[in-house]
Nanobody
Framework: QVQLVESGGGSVQAGGSLRLSCAGP????????MAWFRQAAGKEREGVAA????????YYSDSVKGRFTISQDNAKRTLYLQMNSLKPEDTAMYYC?????????????????WGQGTQVTVSS
């Protein structure tokens, strides 16, 4: 059963931008920590950005820091990932996740709820 729904993926040339969105029911959006993960073909799923809901503290992987921005719209119960200066190595399926803890914000085991993903393809 899908509890989170991502949108906004697509194909873009290197240097371009995309904004991903993630919406879900209240019981997922009220989770303490929300994040974006990605999984490229043949690779492990990795956390790229997370946000602590109460304080708004954000966390980023080194590979996207300075290029990606995670944000939330509480009124719309929507999570966003603004991706700028995209590179071919950013090509992956991107997943939204929600969980009860933020201690290890970019680790998979923190997250209980997941979406089915949205594909991002960056061409050189």
């Amino acid at each position: 059963q899908v509890q989170l729904v991502e949108s906004g993926g697509g194909s873009v040339q290197a240097g371009g931008s995309l904004r991903l969105s993630c919406a879900g029911p209240e019981y997922t959006y009220s989770s303490f920590c929300m994040a974006w993960f990605r999984q490229a073909a043949g690779k492990e799923r990795e956390g790229v950005a997370a946000i602590r809901r109460g304080s708004g503290t954000t966390y980023y992987s080194d590979s996207v820091k300075g290029r990606f921005t995670i944000s939330q719209d509480n009124a719309k119960r929507t999570l966003y990932l603004q991706m700028n200066s995209l590179k071919p190595e950013d090509t992956a399926m991107y997943y939204c996740a929600a969980g009860a803890g933020c201690t290890a914000a970019l680790r998979r085991y923190e997250y209980l709820y997941w979406g089915q993903g949205t594909q991002v393809t960056v061409s050189s």
